[in-house]
């Protein structure tokens, strides 16, 4: 009787912790403009550290020594390794996003170019999700760009109102009044 009040107590605080830090996740996400898928991805992955964390401590509180509970996480883990995640590179992408979620200095909507020297990413971020980013190039093309390397190469910000190649070479004579009304519906869109 003395085991189960101190599980029940146990997931109790696991869940005051889950509800808690959700709250402080939500409040930085509102503070700092994140979309809601955003917020869902991270959040998923919060609970699931919590689940595990409290797990392991209920696992303990009733008496499993910590050689028994680590070797039936270790092997969890390497099995779910193998199956589902089957590379590194998956769990970095997904290690990234979290970094990206809370340190990322561009949003969704932001034009950037990617500093790559094989090949020209530039365009305008549509969505940031868990193990990538969407950025839509001039010329209409999604690109969906790893996060982990979002984070490796230099990411330059770009006028929200102009194309590559005009930041690039800049304005080439006397400015055209007669684009005016295409250039304000292209802000629009």
Request: contains cysteine; glycine residues 8%.
């Amino acid at each position: 009787m003395n085991k189960f009040l101190i599980v029940l107590l146990a997931v109790g605080v696991m869940f005051y912790l889950n509800r808690v830090l959700n709250t402080m996740l939500i409040n930085f996400a509102e503070k700092n403009q994140r979309s809601a898928l955003r917020v869902g991805y991270v959040r998923k992955s919060l609970n699931f550290g919590t689940l595990l964390l409290g797990f392991v401590l209920v696992c303990f509180f009733l008496g499993l020594g910590y050689h028994q509970v680590f070797i039936f996480i270790s092997s969890f883990l390497a099995v779910l390794g193998i199956a589902l995640i089957a590379q590194w590179s998956m769990l970095s992408h997904l290690t990234a996003g979290v970094i990206i979620f809370f340190a990322f200095p561009y949003g969704i909507g932001d034009r950037i170019r990617v500093v790559d020297k094989d090949d020209d990413i530039s365009g305008r971020i549509l969505e940031i999700a868990l193990f990538h980013v969407l950025i839509r190039r001039d010329d209409g093309t999604t690109v969906v760009y790893p996060n982990s390397m979002m984070l490796q190469k230099a990411v330059i910000k770009l006028a929200a109102n102009s194309s590559l190649a005009a930041q690039i070479d800049g304005p080439k004579g006397p400015p055209d009044l007669g684009a005016a009304p295409a250039l304000h519906k292209e802000l629009e869109d």
